[in-house]
């Protein structure tokens, strides 16, 4: 049988000069700032992200754009602080029941920056809602609800609706009496809900009454369910924002009648 031929071997891009390189000097500083670009060309060749990462960040952005439009960003930096010091909680808090309270307790008093990073999740819930509330209060009076970018302020409702569930699931978790009974309350109010309202305190009690399974199912909520759809719901509102650009104030008025592009900078 005949032989087929080797294909021709791929054409590689020549490896770039190193700063000095050609005079001879390379300093380690030179070497170090290289090993970074370098690290990023590498995975870029592999995965042609760079043209991703381009498109979402290099924007053009309307006259006019202010302060207000970084509140969007400030409560995903907000959602990061929950993230990250989430984690760190997890790996001491053991929600059962007899457990929850101590384990707090012992994450306050005696963990490594356990009072520090128990605070920052505690305050940085509060962040968040108020920012939440705020980003959305823009969005609001500046009009960026309406065509074509009405999809983004129902995802914006869903991310409003998952915040305060963050916010409800997570005051449980001290498992001390004002947690306990401010819990009873809140799953006795969504009881009076119609036609769902009894399903609902069902399902968030896991059962007619409030027991351990409550505790657990609150914590995989709170953990695992919510922030899971959180980061989807982020990730598909940033999409959109990328796609279809933010707003201009309304009181920027479009410099001919094609349009407002004109008036991105
Ligand atoms: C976890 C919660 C949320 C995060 C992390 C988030 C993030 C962002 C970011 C980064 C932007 C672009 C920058 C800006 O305009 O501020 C944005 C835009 C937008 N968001 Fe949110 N958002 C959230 C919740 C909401 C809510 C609750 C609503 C409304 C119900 C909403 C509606 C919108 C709309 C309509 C835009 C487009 C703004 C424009 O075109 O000018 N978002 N969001």
Not at 154 to 177: A, K, N, R
Request: proline share 8%; glycine share 10%.
């Amino acid at each position: 049988m005949p032989k087929l031929p080797f294909p021709p071997p791929p054409k590689l891009n020549p490896a770039p000069k190193r700063p000095g390189e050609a005079n001879g000097k390379t300093t380690p500083l030179d070497t170090a700032g290289e090993a970074g670009i370098s690290a990023v060309d590498w995975i870029d060749e592999r995965t042609s992200l760079s043209g991703a990462a381009r498109w979402m960040m290099f924007r053009k952005v309307p006259k006019g754009t202010n302060w207000f439009y970084t509140l969007g960003t400030a409560t995903m930096f907000a959602f990061l602080n929950q993230a990250v010091t989430g984690v760190f909680l997890a790996m001491y808090y053991d929600p059962s029941p007899t457990r929850a309270y101590e384990s707090a307790r012992y994450i306050t008093n005696e963990a490594f920056l356990g009072e520090f990073v128990r605070g920052m999740h505690k305050w940085g819930s509060t962040v968040m809602v108020i920012l939440v509330f705020l980003h959305m209060g823009r969005t609001f009076f500046f009009g960026a609800y309406k065509y074509p970018r009405e999809l983004n302020w129902i995802i914006g409702v869903v991310l409003l609706i998952l915040t305060m569930t963050m916010s409800f699931t997570g005051y449980l978790l001290p498992f001390d009496q004002r947690s306990y009974w401010a819990t009873i309350v809140g799953v006795n109010i969504n009881g009076t809900g119609p036609i769902v309202g009894p399903f609902l305190s069902d399902f968030l009690r896991g059962g007619a009454g409030f027991g351990a399974t409550t505790l657990s199912r609150f914590y995989a909520i709170h953990m695992l369910l919510v922030p899971g759809g959180l980061i989807a719901l982020i990730g598909a509102h940033l999409y959109l924002v990328a796609r279809l650009g933010t707003t201009a104030p309304p009181w920027i008025k479009p410099s001919s009648d094609t349009g407002h592009l004109e008036d991105r900078v």
